[in-house]
T-cell receptor, first 113, second 113 residues
Framework: DTAVSQTPKYLVTQMGNDKSIKCEQNLGHDTMYWYKQDSKKFLKIMFSYNNKELIINETVPNRFSPKSPDKAHLNLHINSLELGDSAVYFC????????????FGPGTRLTVT | AQTVTQSQPEMSVQEAETVTLSCTYDTSESNYYLFWYKQPPSRQMILVIRQEAYKQQNATENRFSVNFQKAAKSFSLKISDSQLGDTAMYFCASLNRDDKIIFGKGTRLHILP
């Protein structure tokens, strides 16, 4: 059973398009996250939700909009894609009962052409 | 501000040798969590080891152990009897009570046959 899943795993699109990445966790965790990993492998948190409520919103362009329909899902919608949005996007979840360990999804490689 | 520094961008060691990856961090919190994550070429992020700051005993997981020096804010990872499968990017991370996890820039580790 996949603990944290993301779809799609690869996404190639043109500048100016709008795209979404979906994330689901079946671990019963309360907190979910979106991270961006750039070409230099630097991993930075973008958003965090706890029980569907936004708790962390880093300095991210407002073209990025997370949505959490329930605590098992956290989707990321990106409007007007730019070349600099090309990266690997990771979803993760955690729970205090498990020492706040981040359980990561497999990542979505987004390429904007 | 919370920071995590990994001073070794890249390292290479022979198989079966012991290697130590360094990490220093800065936080104003008295209680926090520290992690080492591994990212092999498959890009999946995998937890290697976790340390809770209030525990003085160094965490150990099989061939992986940490040297946690709280006063010096140092959290190094030792890999004993290194194996080819240990080849990966290794990220040090810290988590404060605000749930925001900060990653270091990573150390690329090559295990040579």
């Amino acid at each position: 059973d996949t603990a944290v899943s993301q779809t799609p795993k690869y996404l190639v699109t043109q500048m100016g398009n709008d795209k979404s990445i979906k994330c689901e966790q079946n671990l019963g965790h309360d907190t979910m996250y979106w991270y961006k990993q750039d070409s230099k492998k630097f991993l930075k948190i973008m958003f965090s939700y706890n029980n569907k409520e936004l708790i962390i919103n880093e300095t991210v362009p407002n073209r990025f909009s997370p949505k959490s329909p329930d605590k098992a899902h956290l989707n990321l919608h990106i409007n007007s894609l730019e070349l600099g949005d090309s990266a690997v996007y990771f979803c993760a979840s955690s729970h205090p009962d498990y020492g706040y360990e981040q359980y990561f999804g497999p990542g979505t490689r987004l390429t904007v052409t | 501000a919370q920071t995590v520094t990994q001073s070794q961008p890249e390292m290479s060691v022979q198989e079966a040798e012991t290697v130590t990856l360094s990490c220093t961090y800065d936080t104003s919190e008295s209680n926090y969590y520290l992690f080492w994550y591994k990212q092999p070429p498959s890009r999946q992020m995998i937890l290697v080891i976790r340390q809770e700051a209030y525990k003085q005993q160094n965490a150990t997981e099989n061939r992986f152990s940490v040297n946690f020096q709280k006063a010096a804010k140092s959290f190094s990872l030792k890999i004993s009897d290194s194996q080819l499968g240990d080849t990966a990017m290794y990220f040090c991370a810290s988590l404060n009570r605000d749930d925001k996890i900060i990653f270091g820039k990573g150390t690329r580790l090559h295990i040579l046959p």
